[in-house]
């Protein structure tokens, strides 16, 4: 019992936290959740709705930050919420690893301010967002501008030679044609691709020769970079 009372006793208390510190930490939240929000929807590569994904990361961080303000001034709670953490589990639906590493960077953000070293926790934020930018924009340079997501559905078995087809379309109008994906069953079939396309105008020929070349052909197309005029 002593030994508890006097780690608890070593241990901050919550009422040194000045309300204002608390309050400089959060702006800091924000500002570090805007930018990394801003940079994954520039640089990202994910093919999930990058803005709307993005717009987690401030809840994220804001969150962490205050469980760790709360919890690293009182073992009881910080007993309490390892008691909590082994009964409610959070379950996200992660499609690419890419996803993954910006909510850990929100979680980084968060762990850092909320533990008070907001100045260690802008510098890391600084060289690992630096770094994104620097991989983005020598990855631009050293390929083409993949600028459109297209995806393709068709509620059928797939033919033996449907992704070719699909190929040969897209690359008559495309610089580049990357698959990323493919999924198929005896129900339907659906193929996920990354091209680069400067001609706005050749979007319209290209969506009604997918068509044409399989009919009944469902055709989504998601923005990347922009697409040239």
């Not at 926790?121 to 967002?129: C, G, H, N, Q, R």
Request: glycine share 6%; with cysteine; aromatic share 8%.
């Amino acid at each position: 019992m002593q030994q508890l009372e006097s780690l608890q006793q070593s241990l901050p208390v919550a009422d040194d936290l000045a309300p204002l510190l608390f309050l400089f930490h959060l702006v800091l939240g924000l500002g570090f959740s805007a930018a990394l929000a801003a940079v994954y929807r520039r640089c990202g590569q994910s093919l999930s709705n990058r803005s709307k994904f993005a717009s987690n990361f401030f809840i994220l961080t804001s969150c962490t930050l205050v469980i760790i303000t709360l919890i690293r001034s009182s073992l009881a709670l910080s007993l309490g919420l390892v008691g909590a953490l082994s009964i409610v589990r959070y379950r996200a639906a992660i499609k690419e690893p890419e996803e993954l590493g910006y909510l850990f960077i929100s979680i980084m953000i968060g762990l850092g301010l909320g533990a008070g070293q907001w100045i260690i926790t802008l510098v890391a934020f600084v060289f690992i967002v630096g770094t994104l930018v620097l991989r983005y924009l020598f990855q631009r340079r050293a390929a083409p501008r993949e600028n459109l997501y297209v995806t393709v559905r068709h509620e059928r078995a797939p033919d033996a030679d449907m992704v070719g087809r699909f190929t040969d379309v897209l690359r008559s109008h495309c610089a580049l044609v990357d698959l990323r994906r493919y999924d198929c069953s005896d129900t339907f079939a659906e193929a996920a691709f990354l091209v680069d396309i400067q001609d706005a105008a050749a979007v319209d020929r290209m969506v009604a020769e997918l068509r044409e070349a399989v009919p009944d052909l469902q055709v989504a197309l998601v923005d990347n970079h922009g697409i040239a005029s």
